[in-house]
């Protein structure tokens, strides 16, 4: 098993650009999220879903969107990157309810210039 | 938001000693997860508690579940230079299992 891949591991963009993160896992997991990870901030929640066709904002959600069509994959769709967005990105997922333990992938690394 | 208080935030050890980091929550949790982070790397659960006094070990980490509730504790036992990393703690506040509270983490360096 792969586990939750992401990609691409690193991305440069420009500032007003849009581009996707994309995220799959091959564990059958109902849970996945975004978090993103700053110098001293920790992992903040972006956006997350308990299922396919179900998502919800985490605590920074502006300037991202997702979709969850399929169990495998959560997407993260940046509308137009801004120098704030530069971040280190990592999808995790879990079983379930009673499946707290998050598995997460290696992450993105996104410079936005 | 809500938030969990880790500490130390970092330390610088020798190799062989023991370690010892927290997280402390004015509110109650009903879990308590920890994670490793290795440099570039996302990170990995380490040991999760689920009651109240619970101690549990893997290899030479221990951790405990407060008995209020609101703490837990990592111990590491006899440092290795590959303990190296950012070790965070994670809860699951209130009755919500649907996203976790993070520590901002305790970031270990071993000296060889």
């Known amino acids: 098993n792969a586990g939750v891949t992401q990609t691409p591991k690193f991305q440069v963009l420009k500032t007003g650009q849009s581009m996707t993160l994309q995220c799959a896992q091959d564990?059958?997991?109902?849970?996945m999220s975004w978090y993103r990870q700053d110098p001293g901030m920790g992992l903040r929640l972006i956006h997350y879903?308990?299922?396919?066709?179900?998502?919800d904002q985490g605590e920074v959600p502006n300037g991202y969107n997702v979709s969850r069509s399929t169990t495998e994959d959560f997407p993260l769709r940046l509308l137009s990157a801004a120098p704030s967005q530069t971040s280190v990105y990592f999808c995790?997922?879990?079983?379930?309810?009673?499946?707290?333990?998050?598995?997460f992938g290696s992450g993105t690394r996104l410079t936005v210039v | 938001g809500q938030q969990l208080n880790q500490s130390p935030q970092s330390m610088f050890i020798q190799e062989g000693e023991d370690v010892s980091m927290n997280c402390t929550s004015s509110s109650i949790f009903n879990t308590w997860l920890w994670y490793k982070q290795d440099p570039g790397e996302g990170p990995v659960l380490l040991i999760a508690l689920y009651k109240a006094g619970e101690l549990t070990s893997n290899g030479r980490l221990t951790a405990q579940f407060g008995i209020t509730r609101k703490d837990s504790f990592l111990n590491i036992s006899a440092s290795i230079p590959s303990d190296v990393g950012i070790y965070f703690c994670a809860g699951l506040f209130g009755g919500n299992n649907r996203k976790l509270i993070w520590g901002l983490g305790t970031s270990l360096a071993v000296n060889p």
């Open positions: 564990m059958n997991h109902e849970y």
């Open positions: 879903s308990v299922g396919a066709g179900i998502t």
């Open positions: 995790a997922s879990r079983r379930g309810r009673t499946g707290y333990g998050y598995t």
